[in-house]
């Protein structure tokens, strides 16, 4: 009875339904990471490179401000990242109200329409 059992299940790939990573980061990271890399690159040798006198110095301090930026990014993106970044999609705003009809074709029909009916109301009374 126990390998008819066995034979009614089949395997499955554990991968399924996970979340694609290269090792330890996250594949929807990667393209932020390299971002926030490449400004503080940019930061630390283009504004502030004349501050420092070597250059071990600047990548010392392009390492820190990209691993903070890093960190800060993953704390509020990581796993559940709906949460932050839905803050940030504009929701329509809904009005009512209406508007009146207008012709393209004949601008005066409108004002023809009412001088009828009011001549036509005149003339009933």
Do not use: C
Not at 14 to 35: E, H, N, R, V
Not at 66 to 79: K, R, S, Y
Request: proline residues 6%.
């Amino acid at each position: 009875m126990s390998d008819e059992k066995d034979k009614e299940f089949r395997p499955v790939n554990q991968i399924l339904g996970t979340q694609p990573s290269l090792g330890p980061i996250p594949a929807d990271q990667i393209f932020p990471w390299t971002i926030i890399a490449l400004l503080s690159y940019m930061i630390v040798n283009g504004i502030f490179g004349g501050v420092f006198p070597d250059d071990w110095q600047k990548w010392l301090w392009t390492a820190l401000i990209a691993g903070w930026g890093i960190a800060t990014w993953w704390i509020l993106t990581g796993g559940r990242s709906w949460r932050f970044l839905s803050k940030f999609i504009g929701v329509p705003t809904w009005t009512r109200g209406t508007a009146r009809y207008k012709s393209f074709l004949e601008f005066h029909y409108e004002r023809k329409n009412r001088k009828t009916k009011r001549r036509n109301s005149r003339t009933r009374k």
